[in-house]
């Protein structure tokens, strides 16, 4: 079974700063997909980044981009310029090529601090 | 365009009662989940249905029953509520033979179970 470790419980960061939240995951197989999902008080799960593990290259969306490295199965998320609208619960997620199975790491508790 | 949409958003149980918990999507989505929430733990997958008709177990199946009534609705039952079952339940959508492969997450069910 699939695992995905995200060993930071809960971080801080200044306002306009830039923190890296780390996840590793622990799999057999070659083909996969890597999510960071964002949940703030809301409770609604948004939906960051996306990174297929067939390319290469990292994804980034705005201020988000991540560092996939494929050998070492870890997938970091970066949050570049925090804003305090990024407070919030950060979970990573893995789910195999063609399968229904999502597994999520644990979560990360980010608290932006003006 | 709403989405995925549950119903209720909150709710109390006594042990040993019934309920149902209903989801929607609006998403013409061929796959739909049930996760639940725990503190601590991030989401673990309790059913998932593949496609219309079928229904698979995921990590934390027993003590819940689930059923596709049709492409859009997918429901969670709990027959006999125990306080164990105190959570906050997710159910989302996918289309896992597009692109890109992210869950649509509906807002949470917090049940409690006294």
């Known amino acids: 079974a699939q695992t995905v470790t995200q060993s930071q419980p809960e971080m801080s960061v200044q306002e306009a700063e830039t923190v890296t939240l780390s996840c590793t995951y622990d799999?057999?197989?070659?083909?996969?997909?890597l999510f960071w999902y964002k949940q703030p008080p809301s409770r609604q799960m948004i939906l960051v980044i996306r990174?297929?593990?067939?390319?290469?290259q990292n994804a980034t969306e705005n201020r988000f981009s991540v560092n996939f490295q494929k050998a070492a199965k870890s997938f970091s998320l970066k949050i570049s310029d925090s804003q305090l609208g990024d407070t919030a619960m950060y979970f990573c997620?893995?789910?195999?090529?063609?399968?229904?199975?999502?597994?999520f790491g644990a979560g990360t508790r980010l608290t932006v601090k003006p | 365009n709403a989405g995925v949409t549950q119903t209720p958003k909150f709710q109390v149980l006594k042990t040993g009662q019934s309920m149902t918990l209903q989801c929607a999507q609006d998403?013409?989505?061929?796959?739909m989940y049930w996760y639940r929430q725990d503190p601590g733990m991030g989401l673990r997958l309790i059913y998932y249905?593949?496609?219309?008709?079928?229904?698979d177990k995921g990590e934390v199946p027993n003590g819940y029953n689930v059923s596709r009534l049709n492409k859009r609705e997918f429901s969670l039952r709990l027959e006999s509520a125990a306080p164990s079952q105190t959570s906050v339940y997710f159910c989302?959508?996918?289309?896992?033979?597009?692109?890109?492969?992210?869950?649509?997450f509906g807002p949470g069910t917090r049940l409690t179970v006294t």
């Open positions: 799999t057999s197989e070659n083909n996969y997909y």
């Open positions: 990174q297929e593990a067939y390319k290469q």
């Open positions: 998403m013409n989505h061929n796959s």
């Open positions: 249905s593949a496609s219309e008709g079928t229904t």
């Open positions: 997620a893995f789910m195999k090529s063609n399968n229904n199975d999502m597994r």
């Open positions: 989302a959508s996918n289309e896992i033979r597009a692109a890109a492969y992210e869950q649509y």
